[in-house]
């Protein structure tokens, strides 16, 4: 709660945030492994490290281990990442635990620029097939961000109104993404259909270091910020008085958390609630200290996903579960509490 960042944490408190952080990177450790070993294809822990301790083994095995499961378990790890990092960030400058990236119509315009792609063939011009679709969700959720961007430059709107904007955008482009799929072939219909359900299917070694480099490059900029963000749970008059530029702060937040829901949502589908609960569970074990909550919401959203990747795959019968629908399911329940426990307005 905002009350916890008032003081700095006791030695006792940073011992068990660094105990926390030793527990989580251990059980992200584990889930990277059990990823890994999951699959309509079991594999042991003996024939696994049979293929790590030998590069030039191109067995069946390692095939799958190395163009298939690592790279999804890879991809889980650094959406999971972008996401918990971005609904972190988000809840800090709109104030609102109900807050993720998704809330800001990021996600629909993507599913938007999808569709125009797999149902009309529309995208932007000398983009290569295999990434046709990934480029177009992009490019629409770039829109949407820069769209938002003006409106709290120029509007001079509030969260309230910046959050409203979002519902908007939302519900508009949902409508037409339902205007896409009601001219759609039943072939391009169950593509986009599949794609909307969020998906690790995809992934691959260039769109892996498409993610990696857009979490490198913004990730950064977040940690900067930490301090600034956590003078901003005391209010805008105290974080003022702080030194804070207020605004400026939540306009490049808006910025980052928009590009980094773009990037996961380009290339893995719609993943919900991965945005919304993360935050939620590292605030309750690491606190409102944005030095150790930021990266602890992204650890945690990686954690989070690389669970949803294993029980997608433990449907049987060899069928894979879109991992959205997963995460969904996890989240409703994380999203009923938070709005159950959130105290009304004074």
């Given at each position: 709660m905002p009350g916890e960042a008032r003081t700095a944490p006791t030695p006792p408190a940073r011992y068990a945030r660094q105990r926390n952080l030793v527990i989580l990177a251990g059980a992200l450790a584990a889930l990277l492994c059990?990823?890994?070993?999951?699959?309509?294809?079991?594999?042991?822990?003996?024939?696994?490290?049979?293929?790590?301790?030998?590069?030039?083994?191109?067995?069946?095995?390692?095939?799958?281990?190395?163009?298939?499961?690592?790279?999804?378990?890879?991809?889980?790890?650094?959406?999971?990442?972008?996401?918990?990092?971005?609904?972190?960030?988000?809840q800090t400058i709109l104030d609102n635990p109900l807050a993720s990236p998704f809330t800001l119509g990021v996600s629909s315009a993507a599913a938007l620029g999808a569709a125009l792609a797999i149902v009309l063939n529309l995208s932007v011009p000398w983009v290569p097939d295999p990434y046709i679709v990934a480029v177009n969700a992009f490019v629409f959720a770039l829109a949407c961000t820069a769209l938002l961007h003006?409106?709290?430059?120029?509007?001079?709107?509030?969260?309230?109104?910046?959050?409203?904007?979002?519902?908007?955008?939302?519900?508009?482009?949902?409508?037409?993404?339902?205007?896409?799929?009601?001219?759609?072939?039943a072939t391009a219909l169950q593509d986009l259909t599949f794609w909307m359900m969020g998906s690790l299917a995809r992934s691959d070694w260039p769109r892996l270091g498409v993610a990696a480099l857009a979490l490198c490059v913004i990730a950064p900029f977040s940690l900067r910020s930490a301090w600034a963000l956590t003078a901003l749970r005391f209010g805008d008059e105290r974080a003022a008085s702080f030194g804070v530029d207020t605004r400026r702060l939540r306009r490049a937040a808006l910025v980052r958390t928009s590009l980094l829901a773009a990037v996961a949502v380009s290339l893995t589908g719609v993943i919900g609630f991965i945005g919304l609960t993360a935050p939620h569970i590292a605030r309750r074990l690491w606190g409102e200290d944005h030095r150790w909550y930021l990266p602890a919401s992204a650890l945690t959203g990686s954690a989070i996903l690389l669970a949803a990747a294993i029980v997608s795959r433990l449907g049987g019968g060899g069928v894979v579960i879109p991992i959205g629908i997963v995460t969904t399911l996890v989240g409703i329940p994380f999203f009923c509490v938070a709005v159950l426990r959130r105290r009304p307005e004074a």
């Open positions: 059990a990823n890994l070993l999951t699959g309509p294809a079991p594999i042991g822990f003996d024939a696994l490290r049979h293929v790590v301790l030998n590069p030039g083994d191109h067995s069946t095995t390692a095939i799958i281990v190395r163009q298939i499961r690592l790279p999804q378990a890879l991809m889980a790890l650094l959406t999971g990442a972008a996401l918990g990092l971005s609904g972190a960030e988000m003006l409106a709290a430059r120029h509007a001079r709107t509030g969260t309230a109104g910046i959050i409203l904007l979002g519902i908007a955008m939302v519900f508009t482009f949902n409508a037409l993404v339902s205007l896409v799929q009601f001219s759609a072939s």
